[in-house]
């Protein structure tokens, strides 16, 4: 578990937001949830937070959850490409309208 609130704070970023998650991360397509905890599954977003945090450098990530494990992922993908991104379109024009 990689935990960035301590340099973020630091900081100053992202004082304002009252709401966290866990994300796992992986080594293979997963297909099932078995021992897995967190909130969400991916496996880039770990490496980067690995990294961030060895150059002591705050790491915030923004994911759109787009499939759920073992119900046909690849195809509830595809399908929810667009919403994908409008719900990140939005997310960030909030953002930048509340800096």
Same mark, same amino acid.
């Given at each position: 578990?990689?935990? @960035?609130? =301590?340099?973020?704070?630091?900081? *100053?970023?992202?004082?304002?937001? !009252?709401?966290?998650? !866990?994300?796992?991360? *992986?080594? #293979?397509?997963?297909?099932?949830? !078995?021992?897995?905890? *967190? ?5 880039? &977003? ?7 945090? &060895?150059? =002591?450098?705050?790491?915030? #990530?923004?994911?759109?959850? @787009?499939?759920?494990? *073992?119900?046909? #992922? ?9 919403? +994908?991104? +409008?719900?990140? #379109? ?6 930048? =309208? @509340?800096?």
């Amino acid at each position: 578990r990689i935990d @960035s609130s =301590e340099l973020l704070a630091a900081r *100053g970023f992202c004082q304002h937001w !009252t709401e966290s998650a !866990t994300c796992n991360t *992986g080594d #293979s397509f997963l297909t099932e949830l !078995t021992d897995i905890e *967190g909130d969400v599954v991916d496996m880039e &977003a770990y490496a980067q937070a690995f990294v961030c945090r &060895a150059k =002591e450098i705050p790491f915030i #990530s923004v994911k759109y959850v @787009s499939d759920v494990i *073992g119900q046909n #992922s690849v195809k509830h993908w595809e399908d929810r490409l667009e919403d +994908a991104r +409008a719900g990140l #379109s939005h997310f960030f024009n909030v953002l930048k =309208e @509340s800096i």
